[in-house]
T-cell receptor, first 112, second 114 residues
Framework: SQQGEEDPQALSIQEGENATMNCSYK?????LQWYRQNSGRGLVHLIL?????REKHSGRLRVTLDTSKKSSSLLITASRAADTASYFC????????????FGQGTRLTINP | EAGVAQSPRYKIIEKRQSVAFWCNPI?????LYWYQQILGQGPKLLIQ????????DSQLPKDRFSAERLKGVDSTLKIQPAKLEDSAVYLC????????????FGSGTQLSVL
C-alpha cells in the first residue's frame, strides 16, 4: 500500500520560478525522503529529513516536515529546465518491517 | 563508485511466457530491493533482502513471482507465467548497512507483456 500522497499530481512553471510540492502520509515515521526520477531512469535520492527535524536545506532544495499534520513539502528555488522530472516522497514507517513506502509522485515541468 | 546495474533494459514478451531480470547492487551494500513501478504510479516494494535472507516479501505475488539473492550479492527476479498487468518498470535498489536511509536505484527494466 502507498502511504504518501503527493500534491499536486502535475505542476508546470516557468524557468526561474519556485516549485513547491507537498506530501501527506498516514502513520508515524522515522524519516521522510524525497527522490527525483527523470523520464526512463531510476530514482535519485535528494534529501532525507528525520522525524525530529522541521526543516532541511540542500542547495536549491528546502524540505519541511510537520509531524503533527503528517505532511512535508519540497521547495525547489530558481528552477531550471533540468529540474523537469517526477518527484516522489518516501516514508519510513515506525511500525512494521523496515522499508520505504513511496507516494504517487508529482510530475514537474519547467518551461524555458 | 559503480552504480546499481540492471539488465535487460527492455523486455517484450507475450502473456503466459516467463521472464527474468538481473540486478547487481553497489559493492558492499547488504540490503537489496525489487520495486515494481506501473506507469504513472510510485514504486511498490516487491521484495527486500538483507544479505541473502528475505526481510519482506509481503507484496510479492508468490504464485507467479520469485526472487533469489544467492551469495548475498547479485539477485534475479522471475515472473512465470506473465500476465498483462505485469507490464511495468522493475527497479532494483540497494542500500548500505543501516537500512532505509538512502536507496540507490538502477535504471530499471521496462517490461511489456502483450
Amino acid at each position: 500500500s502507498q502511504q504518501g500522497e503527493e500534491d499536486p499530481q502535475a505542476l508546470s512553471i516557468q524557468e526561474g520560478e519556485n516549485a513547491t510540492m507537498n506530501c501527506s502520509y498516514k502513520t508515524s515515521i522515522n524519516n521522510l525522503q524525497w527522490y527525483r526520477q527523470n523520464s526512463g531512469r531510476g530514482l535519485v535520492h535528494l534529501i532525507l529529513i528525520r522525524s525530529n527535524e522541521r526543516e532541511k536545506h540542500s542547495g536549491r532544495l528546502r524540505v519541511t516536515l510537520d509531524t503533527s499534520k503528517k505532511s512535508s513539502s519540497l521547495l525547489i528555488t530558481a528552477s531550471r529546465a533540468a529540474d523537469t522530472a517526477s518527484y516522489f516522497c518516501a516514508t519510513d514507517p515506525i511500525q512494521g518491517a523496515q522499508k520505504l513506502v513511496f507516494g504517487q509522485g508529482t510530475r514537474l515541468t519547467i518551461n524555458p | 563508485e559503480a552504480g546499481v546495474a540492471q539488465s535487460p533494459r527492455y523486455k517484450i514478451i507475450e502473456k503466459r511466457q516467463s521472464v527474468a531480470f538481473w540486478c547487481n547492487p553497489i559493492s558492499g551494500h547488504a540490503t537489496l530491493y525489487w520495486y515494481q513501478q506501473i506507469l504513472g504510479q510510485g514504486p511498490k516494494l516487491l521484495i527486500q533482502f538483507q544479505n541473502n535472507g528475505v526481510v519482506d516479501d509481503s507484496q510479492l505475488p508468490k504464485d507467479r513471482f520469485s526472487a533469489e539473492r544467492l551469495k548475498g550479492v547479485d539477485s534475479t527476479l522471475k515472473i512465470q507465467p506473465a500476465k498483462l498487468e505485469d507490464s511495468a518498470v522493475y527497479l532494483c535498489a540497494s542500500s548500505s548497512p543501516g537500512g532505509t536511509e538512502k536507496l540507490f536505484f538502477g535504471s530499471g527494466t521496462q517490461l511489456s507483456v502483450l
